[in-house]
C-alpha cells in the first residue's frame, strides 16, 4: 500500500474506507511543546459501520495492497488485558509534560518515518496470512483505514466504554461496547450537550486491548483479531500518537512580536499530519478537542465555544472547543501562539454596521420545512438565529499590531458580518473569531468553522483590501464549510461563490449606491479578466479544467477511497483559475437572470443544501428548475459543462461578452490617467516654462492596480517618472495589491532607489510575494 508519489506532477489518494466504516466523532486531548515542536497525546474515534457495507454486505474483495501487490505488515499487540480501573478517577486535566509518550512497558518503536518494523515483533505473522483486506473477504479480518502521514504512531487500542459509570442507561444489558457507542452516536439534537459530555468520559475510559496498527506514506492500517466485518470492528478506539516538527499539516514560526507560535496552515495534505482520520469529505463528523499548553499562550480552536483557559498547575493552562454541526476533518483548525485580543479604543455607536438595521425584505430568509442534512443542532431551525444580522466575534493578533487592528480591521468585521446576512440570510456559524496570523502564512486569508485567519498583509492601506478579504472569508461560511464539495476537484463550488459574493458583500457593507456598486464590481471584473488571461497563458491546460473527472466527478471506489486530481502539484498553490471561471460562470448566470432573480434563488438553494455535500450539477439543476422558463434563454446543464466547466482556457460566452463590453466609468478614468503618465514620460527633462503641468485624479486601490498595470506593458520610464508616480499616489504606503504591482515596476526598470520597497515586500508580503520573489530576486543587481 506504500504508494511514491511525485508531488510534481501526481493526485493526492483519499485512503479512508469510508464506504465500510465512518467516524462520527474524534475527541482530541493533546500538549503542545514549543520546545521539541511537537503536539503529542492521543484522538480516541467513535465509529458507526457506512451505509455502503451494510447494504453490500461487504462483499468486495479490495486489499490495501500497493500496485506492486505487496503485502502490508502488522505490530504484534501485547497480549490483551482489561487494566483494573478506578474510572472516577478519569481525568483530562494533566499537567503540560505529564504525558507520556511511551507509557510504562511500551518503547517507541516508530522510525525517523512515521513507519514501524515489524519484522521483529510480528511473532509469527506473515504477510500472506493478514492481507490487508478494507471490507469483509469471509475468513479474513476488517481492516481500518486511516489518513495519516508525517505521525509517529504509538499504540492503538480498543476503549472500553462499558466501564463508564452512568453508561448503562444507552443499552439493556449485557453492556456490549459497539452497542454503546451505537446509541451514542445515535442520540437526538435536542441532547447534544450530554453526548457531549458522554463522548469525553467514554473518551478516558481504559484500553481493554490492543490493536493491531501499521502506517506507510499515506495511511494508518488498524485492524483487530478475529473481527471480520465493520460491525464487528471496535466502534470506539485511542491512538497515542505525536506530530513531527517537519510535519505538513501545521506550521512552527514565530509571530510579528518574535514569540513562538504554531498553526493549521491549509496544507494540500490536510490534517493528516495533526491527527489521524479519514479525509474524504464524506466523512463528515464532529469532534471535542482539550489542548494543554503554557499558561502564557492562548489557543485558538475551531469550536462553537469561546474558550477560557482553565489553569492546571503553574505556568500551564488547558483549552476545551467542541463543535456538533458534522464537518470534514480537513476544517478543523487551530492555532496556538501569544495572542492579544484586540477591543475597539472606545465603544462607538458610529461604528460602520453597530446600528444598521435592513428592510424586512432584505432581512427575513426563513423558509418552511424540514433541513435536509443530518440531524444536528441547526441554526436555520432557531428563529431567533436567522435574524441575527451580526454573530458574536472577537479578533486576535500579535500585540505589535494593535493599532493597525483597531484603525483597519475592528470596524470593518461587524460591517461584513451584517452585509453577508442581507444577502444570504441565517449565519452558518454562531460565533467568528479572527486571527492575524505569521507572517509566514502563505495566503491572504483562511476560513474554518468559527474562526478565520487573515494575513498582516490585508492591514495596511486603506480598508478595501481587508474589506474584500474579510467578505470572501465570511462568504466561505456557507460555501465550502456549511455548503461543501462532494468531490474536491470541483474547487469552484466554494472559492468561485466566495469570489462572486465578496464583491455583493463589500458593497453593502460600504453601503454604497446601487451605480456606485455596480462601477466597483465592473472594475473588478476587469481585473480579474487580465488575471484570467494571464492564468490561462501561463498554466498547463490540464489544470484549467474546473470539473476535471467529468461525468465521474464524485466517484470513489468501492471501499470509498479516491484522489484529488493535482492536489500535490505545487503548481496549484498558485493558481486561480477555480477562483476566476467559477466567478465569472456566476456573475453570467446572474447578469441572465437578473439579480433579484439570481440572489432569491441563492438563499433558496443555502437553506435547501446547507450542512450538505454538492456537486455542480446539483446547483445547476436547481437553478434552473426554480426560474422562469423565459429566463433560461437555452440555458442547460449540460451546456453550461461543456462552455465552463469541463473545457480548458477562456469560457466562449466569456469571451464574446468581454470582446462585446465596454470600459465601465472607472476604468475609463484610469485609461485617462494612464494617457497622462505617458505624456510626462515622453517630455524631456528640461522642459519650456509654459508647459502646463499634469493635474492627477485621486484613484480607488483597484483603480491604482489597473494604473500600474498599464503602465508596466510601458516598454521603459524614466526614474524621473518613477519617483513622481511614487510621491502622487504614496505607492509604499498603499495595500499590498498595489503595492506588488509597484514591486514590478521598480525591478522591471531597475529603478535602485526604491528597491528597499521590494526588500520590505518580500519579507512582510510573502503570501503575495511567493510567486513572483524568484523573478524579483533574479532581476536585483
Not at 474 to 487: E, K, P, Q, T, V
Not at 729 to 750: F, G, I, N, S
Request: charged share 25%; hydrophobic share 35%.
Amino acid at each position: 500500500m506504500d504508494m511514491k508519489l511525485d508531488p510534481s506532477r501526481d493526485d493526492l489518494p483519499l485512503l479512508a474506507n469510508t464506504s465500510h466504516i465512518l467516524v462520527k466523532h474524534y475527541v482530541l486531548d493533546l500538549d503542545v511543546d514549543f520546545e521539541s515542536q511537537v503536539i503529542e497525546g492521543t484522538i480516541v474515534l467513535f465509529f458507526e459501520p457506512g451505509n455502503r457495507f451494510e447494504k453490500e454486505g461487504g462483499s468486495t474483495e479490495e486489499t490495501c495492497q500497493s500496485e506492486a501487490n505487496e503485502a502490508c505488515k502488522f505490530r504484534m499487540p501485547e497480549p490483551c488485558h482489561i487494566p483494573v480501573t478506578d474510572t472516577r478517577t478519569f481525568s483530562s486535566k494533566v499537567g503540560c509534560h505529564d504525558f507520556v509518550i511511551c507509557g510504562k512497558g511500551e518503547k517507541d518503536t516508530s522510525g525517523k518515518d512515521g513507519n514501524h518494523d515489524n519484522r521483529e515483533q510480528a511473532s509469527g505473522i506473515s504477510s500472506s496470512e493478514y492481507c490487508c483486506d478494507t471490507g469483509n473477504a469471509g475468513s479474513e479480518d476488517f481492516l481500518l483505514v486511516l489518513d495519516c502521514c508525517d505521525l509517529s504512531v504509538v499504540k492503538v487500542e480498543e476503549v472500553d466504554v462499558a466501564a463508564v459509570p452512568g453508561i448503562e442507561k444507552f443499552t439493556r444489558p449485557p453492556k456490549l461496547r459497539n452497542q454503546i457507542v451505537r446509541e451514542l452516536v445515535a442520540l437526538p439534537a435536542d441532547r447534544w450537550r450530554e453526548q457531549l459530555d458522554c463522548y469525553a468520559r467514554c473518551s478516558q475510559a481504559p484500553g481493554c486491548g490492543e490493536l493491531l496498527f501499521d502506517t506507510d506514506t499515506w495511511s494508518l492500517q488498524i485492524r483487530k483479531t478475529g473481527a471480520q466485518t465493520a460491525t464487528d470492528f471496535p466502534h470506539a478506539i485511542r491512538i497515542r500518537y505525536r506530530t513531527k516538527p517537519q510535519g505538513r499539516s501545521v506550521t512552527w514560526t514565530s509571530d510579528q512580536s518574535g514569540r513562538p507560535c504554531v498553526y493549521t496552515m491549509g496544507s494540500p495534505i490536510n490534517n493528516r499530519a495533526l491527527f489521524p482520520c479519514q479525509e474524504p469529505p464524506v466523512a463528515m463528523s464532529t469532534w471535542q478537542a482539550t489542548v494543554r499548553a503554557a499558561a502564557s499562550f492562548v489557543v485558538l480552536m475551531s469550536g462553537e465555544n469561546s474558550a477560557k483557559p482553565t489553569q492546571l498547575r503553574e505556568g500551564c493552562s488547558s483549552w476545551h472547543y467542541y463543535v456538533t454541526m458534522p464537518m470534514p476533518a480537513s476544517t478543523f483548525t487551530i492555532a496556538v501562539g501569544s495572542w492579544t485580543e484586540m477591543k475597539p479604543e472606545t465603544c462607538s455607536s458610529n461604528d460602520l454596521a453597530t446600528e444598521r438595521s435592513f428592510s424586512p425584505s432584505e432581512a427575513d430568509f426563513r423558509y418552511a420545512g424540514i433541513c435536509g442534512h443530518m440531524e444536528y443542532p441547526c441554526r436555520f431551525q432557531n428563529a431567533s438565529a436567522t435574524t441575527q444580522e451580526i454573530i458574536p466575534h472577537r479578533v486576535f493578533a500579535p500585540l505589535c499590531l494593535q493599532g493597525a487592528c483597531q484603525e483597519t480591521l475592528l470596524p470593518l468585521v461587524p460591517a461584513c458580518l451584517a452585509a453577508a446576512h442581507s444577502v444570504l440570510g441565517t449565519h452558518p456559524f454562531s460565533r467568528l473569531d479572527v486571527l492575524i496570523v505569521p507572517a509566514n502564512f502563505p495566503s491572504l486569508g483562511m476560513a474554518s468553522p468559527h474562526i478565520i485567519f487573515l494575513s498582516q498583509s490585508t492591514l495596511p492601506g486603506r480598508s478595501h483590501l481587508c474589506g474584500t478579504r474579510l467578505c470572501h472569508e465570511i462568504a466561505h461560511a456557507w460555501f465550502g464549510l456549511a455548503l461543501g464539495a462532494r468531490d474536491w476537484t470541483e474547487e469552484w463550488l466554494s472559492e468561485g461563490f466566495a469570489t462572486h459574493l465578496e464583491d455583493v458583500f463589500w458593497a453593502r457593507a460600504q453601503q454604497l449606491a446601487p451605480h456606485e456598486a455596480q462601477e466597483q464590481q465592473e472594475l473588478r471584473a476587469g481585473l480579474r479578466w487580465r488575471r484570467l488571461q494571464d492564468e490561462v497563458q501561463n498554466s498547463p491546460k490540464e489544470m484549467q479544467v474546473l470539473r476535471p473527472n467529468k461525468e465521474k466527478t464524485g466517484h470513489v471506489s468501492d471501499s470509498g477511497s479516491s484522489v484529488i486530481k493535482h492536489g500535490l502539484n505545487p503548481e496549484k498553490v498558485f493558481m486561480q483559475v477555480h477562483y476566476l471561471k467559477g466567478y465569472f460562470l456566476l456573475r453570467f448566470l446572474a447578469q441572465r437572470l437578473g439579480d433579484d432573480t439570481y440572489f432569491s434563488f441563492l438563499r433558496k438553494f443555502v437553506h435547501t443544501y446547507h450542512g450538505q455535500l454538492i456537486l455542480s450539477q446539483d446547483f445547476l439543476q436547481m437553478l434552473l428548475e426554480n426560474i422562469p422558463e423565459e429566463k433560461r434563454l437555452e440555458l442547460s446543464v449540460e451546456n453550461i459543462f461543456r462552455d465552463w466547466l469541463e473545457s480548458s482556457g477562456i469560457p466562449q460566452p466569456l469571451q464574446r461578452e468581454r470582446q462585446a463590453g465596454a470600459e465601465c466609468g472607472l476604468a475609463r478614468q484610469v485609461s485617462a490617467e494612464v494617457a497622462k503618465w505617458v505624456r510626462v514620460n515622453r517630455r524631456p527633462r528640461k522642459r519650456k516654462r509654459r508647459e502646463t503641468e499634469e493635474v492627477f485624479e485621486e484613484l480607488l486601490p483597484d483603480q491604482l492596480v489597473l494604473l500600474l498595470e498599464h503602465l508596466l506593458e510601458q516598454k521603459t520610464l524614466s526614474p524621473r517618472t518613477l519617483q513622481s508616480l511614487e510621491r502622487t499616489y504614496r505607492l509604499p504606503e498603499q495595500d499590498a495589491e498595489v503595492r506588488h504591482r509597484w514591486c514590478e515596476l521598480v525591478v522591471k526598470h531597475r529603478h535602485t532607489g526604491a528597491y528597499r520597497h521590494v526588500e520590505r515586500f518580500l519579507q512582510e508580503d510573502q503570501e503575495r510575494s511567493q510567486r513572483d520573489s524568484f523573478s524579483y530576486i533574479s532581476s536585483l543587481p
